[in-house]
Every structure is written in C-alpha cells, then in structure tokens.
C-alpha cells in the first residue's frame, strides 16, 4: 500500500523559509519521478517543483531560484526547501507520485505567508 505524508507546513512571514517533507511508504521514491504542487484558493492545482528518478530537476518559473527540490534516498523522503517565501506562495502543498499508470497523492501541508 502506497501512502505519502506531507509535513512542514506552517505560518511564516514574508521573506521567511520553510522546508515541506514528503514521506514514502510503499513505493521506493529513488526510482520515481516526484512532484510537488500547490493548490491556492481560487486557483487551479499547478505544479510547483518536480525531481525525476534521475535526479533531474524542474521547476515552476515563479519559484526559480527560490525553491529546491531534494531527495534523500535512504529516508524514503523527498524535500521542497522554500526560501524568499511571499504572500502568493500561500497554499495547501501536495506531494504526488505514479507507480503502474497510477498516481498517488499525500494528504497535503497548509503553506501560509503573511504579508
């Protein structure tokens, strides 16, 4: 059984850090590709940031520079290191992977970023 757990959320200033973990059980994440997406309301999921199991990196152009998606292979855990963080960064964040055409998804973290 897949399960994906969200943690690091939190309330933090304008300019402020967070860093959200996502924890794997039942699937080995070093040979995933793992994303992480953001859901603000009024607005539509979007992908934020996304490690594949090669260990190469995207992100969404408006975390470039600011946000760093991380793997640590013997935790089973992928990280979202969020720096510079601003008031539109505000959102539940998701962790998503797929095993076998399926698609697997955590329980989220709420980011708020005050002004």
């Known amino acids: 059984q897949v399960q994906l757990v969200e943690s690091g959320g939190g309330l933090v200033q304008a300019g402020g850090s967070l860093r959200l973990s996502c924890a794997a059980s039942?699937?080995?994440?070093?040979?995933?590709?793992v994303g992480w997406y953001r859901r603000a309301p009024g607005r539509q999921r979007e992908l934020v940031a996304r490690?594949?199991?090669?260990?190469?990196?995207n992100y969404a152009d408006s975390v470039k520079g600011r946000f760093t998606i991380s793997r640590h292979n013997a935790k089973n855990t992928v990280y979202l290191q969020m720096n510079s963080l601003k008031p539109d960064d505000t959102a539940v964040y998701y962790c998503?992977?797929?095993?076998?055409?399926?698609?697997?998804w955590g329980q989220g973290t709420q980011v708020t970023v005050s002004s």
């Open positions: 998503k992977t797929n095993q076998n055409g399926r698609d697997y």
């Open positions: 039942g699937i080995i994440f070093s040979i995933r590709d």
């Open positions: 490690i594949i199991s090669l260990g190469q990196t």
